[in-house]
């Protein structure tokens, strides 16, 4: 299950939301230990964001493959696809696009209980507003407001596609 969380006080995007961001915040639950680098490497190589690399690829010239979402997963490179990284911690990563108009964050959280080790899986996402140029306020822009109810659904496919990758990969339960 995908459900939406507040934003954790030290999530490394937490503070856009003091700039009139959009941000949100979705978790699930893995059964296992997963690393940080398996999470990012699962979700940028999920059958769902290899067809955004590919049309990103496509549409914007920013091709990208498994193994450069490997060595970002890993800390070992600082650009992917569309993205930078603009922030690394222990267990979490802030990527910004091209455009430094959204931001993907991911982290993970361990859990071991009487049951057995889970891992909290976290993604989301920072929409930075703009200034209107006739009222000079600071807003999202027409097509993110149009776009939200999508991004929010989209989200959580995503999600889900990366727990999916990882449940495959994991060793199975005794």
């Known amino acids: 299950m995908i459900r939406r969380e507040p934003i954790p006080e030290q999530a490394l995007h937490a503070h856009y939301q003091r700039q009139g961001a959009y941000l949100d915040c979705y978790a699930t639950h893995v ?3 997963v690393t940080h680098a398996q999470f990012i490497e ?40 569309a993205w930078t990284v603009e922030a690394r911690d222990a267990g979490q990563l802030l990527m910004c696009d091209f455009l430094g108009a959204t931001r993907s964050w991911f982290m993970v959280v361990p859990r071991a209980g009487g049951a057995g080790t889970t891992t909290k899986l976290h993604f989301g996402s920072v929409v930075t ?46």
């Open 31 to 33: 059964d296992g230990a």
């Open 129 to 174: 507003p703009s200034r209107n140029p006739r009222t000079g306020k600071l807003e999202l822009g027409r097509t993110y407001r149009l776009l939200l109810s999508f991004h929010k659904l989209y989200s959580r496919a995503l999600l889900a596609a990366a727990r999916s990758r990882l449940r495959r990969q994991l060793p199975l339960k005794a």
């Open 42 to 81: 699962a979700f940028y190589t999920s059958w769902l964001f290899r067809l955004e690399r590919w049309i990103l690829g496509w549409a914007v010239q920013k091709p990208s493959t498994d193994a450069q979402a490997r060595e970002v997963a890993c800390g070992l490179r600082t650009d992917f696809a």
